[in-house]
């Protein structure tokens, strides 16, 4: 409530909020998670909770009028349409250059994503985070991430078989075939379920082409793993449809936080402010971000320093797809759980997840989402005009991921005598090179931060979420920022309770 006095705030319940509301409560500390989009318990009028891709509606984007469907093309035609404004699941939040989508809601990232659940290769992590201890990581807190969100991997047997990766074993073929290595990629969603939605036995999820609006079967999302656990404490309190504005020292000691209460037409409905001993900055690459810039240049938190808001990464997102010969057809029933990759890293720079396209018909289309070694990275800065936060990406950054990628799709075109389609992302145009589903930085470990995550210049403060991973993660990066926040807690809990 308004005024009331907390040992530690969460602003955000992703990966690293739910982290350390777990790990914070299980230390016996009381916390209180502060989430700007809905708690996602409740059923819509179609006895649903989650919008199906093929049908968005209402609950499917954050705040537009009009949905930004990731592909926004089908055969050429766009198919985006008039929606309203709610404080739906997914935020195309647009920049100059470049949209970026993130999940809203109690679960953040983790309601809309794929669930691919991808450990970077060893040799790769000293690349990612230099000042991080490789073995700790390696030895202790990726297989702690891992099993707090409950990863498991595809039965091979069924993979080879099942109509529903029928797309993904024609991205195997043509992958072996140009020489390059293939991966299975680890998911959290319960491949068990997924049999059992293929036998007809359960309602479908993945089968269903449910991904990106959230999964209502499934998948296992914070709220079923680490939000759940931390509700068992006892400890753990959200409140949701809640966004904090401000953080500043409190003159008793602490933080005042301020607090806006929202509607589900985005309309501020009450103001509040709390007193918190500690602050856990959890909003996000982008939320987290551009709070610490405004907070810092209005002066609110004078002592952050000038890393903040800088170290910004797309993880060098590319999309593409490649029209197949009638023979490789991908087929109509497509599991939107992606869980295969080509990794063409050391050589071209790039690992591209297969990735589905669940029209429900045949597209005879190979559809695929590049991570690529890209160098290019942003700066967040406040624009005291708009009261806003912008950020320098430039657009024809991308070009060197496109390069990058095309060292995998040039070579599967030439072997397999197919071409790029050019459909999917406008009227002849090949490469989805306008959004990334992966920001990652803006206030790096050891930059911005200590070597765990406390901010410079006000003690008590705390980053917990991608922001703090330096723009690139070499694949999907959500088990990265699991595991850092599992790192950076456990020190924490150590040394500053
Ligand atoms: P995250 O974004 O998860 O959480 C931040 C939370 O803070 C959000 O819930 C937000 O609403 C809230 N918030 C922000 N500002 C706030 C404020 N001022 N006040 C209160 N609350 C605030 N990764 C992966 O590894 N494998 C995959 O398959 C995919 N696939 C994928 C698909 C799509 C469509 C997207 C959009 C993303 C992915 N990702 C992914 C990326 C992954 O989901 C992402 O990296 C993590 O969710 C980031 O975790 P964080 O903890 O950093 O923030």
């Not at 969100?149 to 075939?177: M, P, S």
């Not at 402010?273 to 987290?288: N, Q």
């Amino acid at each position: 409530g308004d005024g009331a006095r907390v040992p530690a705030l969460i602003i955000g319940s992703g990966y690293g909020g739910s982290v350390a509301a777990l790990r914070l409560a299980q230390a016996g500390v009381d916390v209180h998670m502060i989430e700007m989009g809905k708690s996602w318990d409740t059923p819509g009028s179609d006895g649903k909770i989650f919008a199906n891709t093929r049908t968005p509606d209402d609950r499917s984007f954050w705040l537009r009028t009009r949905t930004k469907q990731p592909l926004s093309n089908f055969l050429g035609f766009p198919i985006d349409k008039n929606v309203s404004r709610h404080t739906g699941i997914l935020d195309a939040e647009e920049f100059s250059g470049i949209t970026v989508y993130q999940g809203r809601g109690v679960g953040g990232g983790s309601l809309v994503n794929g669930g691919m659940a991808v450990t970077p290769n060893r040799e790769r992590f000293g690349a990612i985070l230099p000042s991080v201890d490789a073995d700790e990581m390696y030895d202790v807190y990726y297989p702690r991430a891992n099993a707090g969100l409950g990863v498991n991997e595809i039965d091979r047997a069924w993979f080879d078989t099942t109509d529903c990766y029928q797309y993904a074993r024609v991205g195997r073929k043509h992958a072996e075939r140009s020489g390059f290595d293939f991966v299975y990629v680890p998911n959290v969603y319960d491949f068990n379920y997924m049999k059992q939605e293929a036998a007809g036995n359960v309602p479908r999820s993945a089968l269903a082409a449910e991904i990106l609006y959230g999964n209502n079967h499934g998948k296992k999302s914070l709220q079923q793993t680490y939000l759940a656990q931390a509700a068992a404490t006892g400890r753990v309190t959200i409140s949701p449809l809640h966004r904090v504005t401000s953080v500043t020292p409190a003159p008793s000691g602490g933080y005042t936080v301020t607090i806006e209460q929202l509607n589900t037409g985005g309309g501020v409905t009450a103001t509040k402010t709390v007193t918190a001993g500690k602050v856990f900055f959890a909003a996000g690459s982008v939320g987290t971000s551009k709070l610490l810039v405004k907070l810092k240049a209005t002066g609110a938190l004078p002592g952050l320093n000038n890393e903040v808001g800088k170290g910004w990464g797309d993880n060098g997102n590319v999309m593409c797809g490649r029209a197949n010969h009638m023979w490789d057809a991908t087929g109509s029933l497509q599991s939107s759980i992606p869980t295969v990759g080509i990794d063409n890293w050391e050589e071209g720079g790039a690992f591209a997840e297969v990735a589905p396209l669940p029209t429900g018909i045949e597209t005879y289309a190979s559809f695929y989402l590049s991570i690529t070694n890209t160098p290019h990275r942003a700066q967040f800065s406040y624009n005291a005009g708009t009261g806003g936060v912008d950020l320098n990406w430039q657009t024809s950054w991308k070009q060197t991921s496109i390069d990058m990628a095309k060292s995998i799709f040039d070579k599967i075109n030439r072997k397999e005598g197919t071409i790029y389609r050019t459909d999917l992302f406008g009227f002849y145009k090949i490469w989805g090179d306008h959004l990334t589903y992966h920001p990652l930085g803006g206030a790096v470990l050891g930059k911005a931060t200590d070597n765990h995550g406390r901010l410079h210049g006000h003690p008590g403060l705390y980053v917990i979420d991608g922001s703090l991973i330096p723009g690139n993660t070499s694949v999907n990066p959500f088990v990265t920022i699991t595991a850092l926040a599992e790192r950076n807690i456990d020190k924490i809990i150590d040394t500053d309770l």
